[in-house]
């Protein structure tokens, strides 16, 4: 079993309450736009970190961590990358992705929108866990805490940091 914590778009905002929230799991996952490679080492502090590069992470951080990550969890495939869209409306080529890699899970960022939707089709379950940092339109600053039983997803929780 394992217990995720997962954040996107902290743009280079470190919070000590990633640190509060994350402690209890057993790795972080960030869908990209770390903004700096400070956050990327303070999160990789608390636990060990599987990251994607976002648009807007430079060279540094495109050559730690990879435009997409496919890897396993437990007994689920997953694939995560920074801008992939959600079901319905995909980045271009990432439904082509999903259908050759075949996930169980299916992660993305960028839009700082939270988001957490099923999808028949490429039988996946989508997820966007926001923004956790202040750059951006958003409102509130949100993280997700889940779990990973085998083949099962589950316990989702949805962290509110406060507002931008």
Known sequence: MLR????????????????????????????????????????????PLRAVYGNIDGQS???????????????????????????????PGIRK???????????SGH???LKVMYDRKPDCLHINPGTAGKSGFHQVRTLLRFTIDKREIKDMEVIELGNR
């Open 97 to 107: 992705k999903l259908s050759d890699y075949e996930p169980r899970l299916f992660i």
């Open 61 to 91: 951080l495109r050559g730690l961590y990879p435009e997409i990550a496919c890897f396993r969890a437990e007994d689920v495939k997953v694939m995560m990358t920074h801008i992939g869209g959600y079901p319905g409306h995909y980045a």
């Open 4 to 47: 995720i914590g997962l954040l996107s778009d902290t743009h280079g905002w470190w919070d000590d309450k990633y640190r509060e929230y994350f402690n209890v799991c057993d790795e972080i996952w960030h869908a990209g736009d770390i903004g700096s490679e400070e956050v990327a080492f303070r999160l990789s502090q608390i636990k």
């Open 111 to 113: 839009s700082h929108i």
